[in-house]
């Protein structure tokens, strides 16, 4: 959805592999937007979080001062968490997963002021 300057991706859904390290779950062209959040719902399990994951590209474009966020509330400790690293002018949103013999859901929407 595109309004003006206000761009949002909607309705983006992946399966988070348990036992990960450092998986890319999707990328930003740092040309496009130099900042973006993505609100998301993760499953997993009983086990359910909701939150915010917030990015400000660097100021190099290598990701030497890259700032990232994530706030949100979880019912238990879902074993899900975010990162993200900037090279050659793409973010990396990445994530790790816990081993616990369960992959998770995520369902999520990407937000950017252009």
């Known amino acids: 959805m595109n309004l003006g300057s206000y761009h949002r991706a909607t ?3 992946a399966t988070l592999s348990d036992s990960q390290t450092g998986t890319v779950l999707f990328t930003v ?23 915010k994951f917030t990015v400000v590209a660097s100021t190099d474009g ?10 949100g509330s979880e019912n238990s400790d879902i074993g ?23 992959d998770a859901q995520i369902y999520y929407s990407v937000t950017n002021i252009a």
């Open 80 to 102: 899900v968490y975010f990162t993200a690293v900037e090279s050659l002018g793409t973010i990396s949103v990445l994530y790790t997963t816990t081993a616990i013999a369960l």
């Open 11 to 13: 309705g983006l859904t």
């Open 62 to 71: 290598n990701g030497t001062d890259l700032v990232y966020t994530d706030s």
């Open 29 to 51: 062209d740092t040309s496009q937007s130099r900042s973006f959040a993505f609100d998301y719902n993760i499953n997993r399990g009983v086990g359910i979080r909701s939150g």
